[in-house]
């Protein structure tokens, strides 16, 4: 069954500092797959997608992730952290390639300090 | 573009009542509709998918009188939450599958409370 694990419960990083999120998957085939951030009592803000190509994936506000099919990983990285990427990021990977449902991991809540 | 708008954000209800929660879309036509419920500090866990025209696909363990879910046209699914119990509080939001690879946008979500 597929699934997405998302090591790091919590991560504090200060503000300028590098930061990377970890995200391991489990799918048979291909994966499609997702970084969400979501504020407190917000949806969910598409960060970035990963379907197929080049497998060092660019999104919004200067977040990049790279699909590393080997190590079955698609971490979420930024070179320098503001405060206001404080917020809780999510991993998915879409069920049944683009037909089906996303399948979340459990989160990590992402501190910065000042 | 591809905005999913979601009402009410709070609601507060007492016991045995029932609240409507709707997801439209704004700008494009959503074939397939999935709701998620969130539990405090916990990820999104998937409730059903609708498909416009068709009868919801209920998850494992969703009570399927309790959490009726519509989809009656392309721009418009709702979820009712029959005789609400405090445990049914929760956050639920909506998600619509975008065209093509387009992924998917998500409602801004509903924070029930039952009293």
């Known amino acids: 069954a597929q699934s997405v694990t998302q090591p790091d419960i919590h991560i504090t990083v200060s503000e300028g500092a590098s930061l990377e999120l970890r995200c391991n998957y489990s799918?048979?085939?291909?994966?499609?797959l997702f970084w969400y951030v979501q504020s407190p009592g917000q949806g969910l803000q598409l960060l970035l997608k990963?379907?197929?190509?080049?497998?060092l994936v660019q999104g919004i506000k200067g977040f990049e992730a790279e699909f590393k099919r080997s190590q079955s990983s698609f971490n979420l990285r930024k070179p320098s952290v503001h405060w206001s990427d404080a917020a809780e990021y999510f991993c998915a990977v879409g069920a049944g390639g683009s037909q089906g449902n996303l399948i979340f991991g459990k989160g990590t809540k992402l501190s910065v300090k000042p | 573009g591809a905005v999913v708008s979601q009402h009410p954000s709070r609601v507060i209800c007492k016991s045995g009542t029932s609240v409507k929660i709707e997801c439209r879309s704004l700008?494009?036509?959503?074939?397939?509709m999935f709701w998620y419920r969130q539990f405090p500090k916990q990820s999104l866990m998937l409730m059903a998918t609708?498909?416009?025209?068709?009868?919801?696909?209920?998850e494992q363990g969703v009570e399927k009188d309790k959490f009726l879910i519509n989809h009656a046209s392309l721009t418009l699914s709702t979820l009712t939450v029959t005789s609400a119990h405090p445990e049914d509080s929760s956050f639920y939001i909506c998600s619509a599958r975008l065209m093509g690879f387009g992924g998917y946008t998500f409602g801004s979500g509903t924070r029930l409370t039952v009293v």
């Open positions: 990963y379907f197929s190509g080049d497998t």
């Open positions: 609708s498909n416009e025209g068709s009868k919801a696909t209920y």
């Open positions: 700008d494009f036509q959503a074939t397939t």
């Open positions: 799918y048979g085939a291909t994966p499609y």
